[in-house]
T-cell receptor, first 115, second 114 residues
Framework: NAGVTQTPKFRVLKTGQSMTLLCAQD?????MYWYRQDPGMGLRLIHYSVGEGTTAKGEVPDGYNVSRLKKQNFLLGLESAAPSQTSVYFC??????????????FGPGTRLLVL | AQKVTQAQTEISVVEKEDVTLDCVYE???????LFWYKQPPSGELVFLIRRNSFDEQNEISGRYSWNFQKSTSSFNFTITASQVVDSAVYFCALSEDTGNQFYFGTGTSLTVIP
């Protein structure tokens, strides 16, 4: 099992460019999440999904969109990148038990630099 | 207000010393879940423990132990006889029964000096 994988590992964008981060999991988890990690801020939840075709906003959703067309994939999109979106992005997944209490398994992270 | 507070930003200890990482949480829910994750220098997040609010029994796993005290809203993590491989950032997290949010603390960076 690969667990949770993220593509790409590192990316540099110019302000205003768009990009999509891909998260894939092979554990048949229902729930998937996108976080960003900034120095001194810990991890903050951007968006999450409780199943295929469903998404919801987390703590810091502005400037991001997500899609969950397939159960195993969760895409995070930046339509018009801003320097404030320079961060390390983590994807996670977990089993479904009705609410998000189960242990989350994390991907290796994607470092994004917006110039 | 911070849901999860890790007041210790950085800690340095000499190898073989014991070290305790503090975690204080805030919630109005009676049912909630607490977690600890480790982030080594390589960057990945490694799950360490999950504890629900109804289980106040302390847990020990090898050199790791966790002290959950609802009376003080704390879920502290102790490493006994620390080793260099324990050097990492450690995150405490909270998941509440209401709502679908997961709150992380800001992390404690632990350095174990050989």
């Amino acid at each position: 099992n690969a667990g949770v994988t993220q593509t790409p590992k590192f990316r540099v964008l110019k302000t205003g460019q768009s990009m999509t981060l891909l998260c894939a999991q092979d554990m048949n988890h229902e729930y998937m999440y996108w976080y960003r990690q900034d120095p001194g801020m810990g991890l903050r939840l951007i968006h999450y999904s409780v199943g295929e075709g469903t998404t919801a906003k987390g703590e810091v959703p502005d400037g991001y969109n997500v899609s969950r067309l397939k159960k195993q994939n969760f895409l995070l999109g930046l339509e018009s990148a801003a320097p404030s979106q320079t961060s390390v992005y983590f994807c996670a997944s977990s089993y479904a038990t009705g609410v998000i209490h189960e242990t989350q398994y994390f991907g290796p992270g994607t470092r994004l630099l917006v110039l | 207000a911070q849901k999860v507070t890790q007041a210790q930003t950085e800690i340095s200890v000499v190898e073989k010393e014991d070290v305790t990482l503090d975690c204080v949480y805030e919630t109005r829910d009676t049912t909630y879940y607490l977690f600890w994750y480790k982030q080594p220098p390589s960057g990945e997040l490694v799950f360490l423990i999950r504890r629900n609010s109804f289980d106040e029994q302390n847990e020990i796993s090898g050199r790791y132990s966790w002290n959950f005290q609802k009376s003080t809203s704390s879920f502290n993590f102790t490493i006994t006889a620390s080793q260099v491989v324990d050097s990492a950032v450690y995150f405490c997290a909270l998941s509440e029964d209401t709502g679908n949010q997961f709150y992380f603390g800001t992390g404690t960076s632990l350095t174990v000096i050989p």
